[in-house]
């Protein structure tokens, strides 16, 4: 059910774009209505969500540490993994943004006969983590096309390199491939590996179903079924100018196309997919490692509570400590009053 209800919601919706698109209004309701709606929508959405991030409180410093701090003169620091200066941390996140260091580290761990425990290397899901972004990342920059006119020049040598291959007329992106394949690859994996399976949510695979129909319905409009680009990049430029208008006969593939964009922009803000700018914001990575350079107090304490040591807290409470059996550092002190009567009470009356 985690796996179907996400496939038939993708499916649905589908459905509704090609049922929208037939009825009176429907493609300005779907082509005019629907984008700004959702550029609005992801736009606020992501705002919010970073400044909700970013007045959390971070009083200590809790960096995530895989390599040796800054310590001795004679003790070599690694400034990437440990790193205690502003230059280090953004280095750090710099690997972490652009080439997803953390997840290129990852291991695996697979149990054998004995049993035994093994730990290997899990450098495939970094690979097509970093081809899935990368692609996207291209395909996104490339539908610049429609909004400009004339076209930048550093997009016709983006569109040359990504079609270097050519095969046929139009020529097959690179891309469109990668981004498909890599999207199938990080299904299946969640399918067969059943640690991941246990894990996996509806929220995980909807993602996945909505690019693959993005991805889909976009090779489906360049390679096999004709629409009419020009009245495209019309409805395009006329979107970013606050003028647009539907013109020609588009075709209804478009519309799809365009609904599971918008869907997606909808969708993003309030999904994991927003790792995207949680990452700036995270602690463990963004944080130098400088507490033994720097003293960082909590700016949220309260002034009017004094800081309260164990010595002082076992004074307060060592009679109790002792009578519930709590080890203590000093011994209980034997009242005053009881070591008088003490030797008191060993002496015999004396007779009359």
Not at 185 to 198: D, G, M
Not at 307 to 335: C, N, T, W
Request: proline share 7%; net charge positive.
């Amino acid at each position: 059910m985690k796996v179907l209800y996400p496939f038939l919601a993708v499916i649905a919706f589908i459905l509704i774009a090609l049922v929208g698109v037939r009825i009176p209004g429907g493609q300005n309701l779907l082509g005019i209505v629907l984008p700004y709606l959702a550029i609005l929508a992801f736009t606020g959405g992501f705002v919010l969500k970073v400044l909700g991030w970013a007045r959390s409180p971070v009083p200590f410093r809790i960096p995530t540490t895989c390599g040796q701090a800054v310590s001795l003169p004679w003790i070599k620091q690694n400034k990437l993994d440990c790193p205690s200066t502003f230059w280090g941390v953004t280095g750090r996140m710099l690997l972490e943004v652009l080439l997803f260091r953390s997840l290129f580290r990852n291991t695996k761990a697979s149990i054998h006969k004995g049993p035994q425990l093994a730990y290997g290397s899990s450098k495939w899901l970094w690979l097509v983590g970093l081809t899935f972004h990368y692609s996207f990342l291209v395909i996104v920059i490339r539908h610049m096309r429609l909004f400009t006119n004339p076209m930048p020049a550093f997009l016709h040598a983006l569109e040359f390199g990504d079609g270097i291959l050519q095969v046929g007329a139009p020529q097959i992106y690179i891309t469109d491939l990668l981004l498909v394949g890599a999207l199938l690859f990080l299904f299946a994996r969640r399918l067969v590996l059943s640690e991941v399976r246990i894990i996996s949510l509806a929220n995980d695979y909807f993602p996945l179903f909505l690019i693959l129909g993005i991805g889909i319905t976009g090779i489906l409009m360049r390679y096999f079924i004709r629409v009419d680009v020009v009245s495209i990049k019309q409805l395009a430029v006329g979107l970013v100018t606050f003028s647009p208008v539907i013109v020609g006969d588009i075709g209804p593939l478009f519309f799809v196309h365009l609904f599971l964009v918008c869907l997606l922009l909808i969708y993003f803000p309030f999904s994991k997919l927003m790792h995207l700018g949680g990452v700036f914001l995270s602690p463990t990575r963004n944080l130098a490692n400088n507490s033994r350079m720097k003293r960082h107090i909590n700016p949220w304490n309260d002034p009017n509570i004094k800081p309260h040591s164990y010595a002082a807290y076992e004074d307060e409470f060592r009679e109790f400590m002792v009578e519930a059996g709590i080890p203590v550092e000093k011994e209980l002190a034997q009242p005053v009053a009881e070591e008088a009567a003490a030797p008191a009470a060993e002496v015999a009356p004396a007779e009359g």
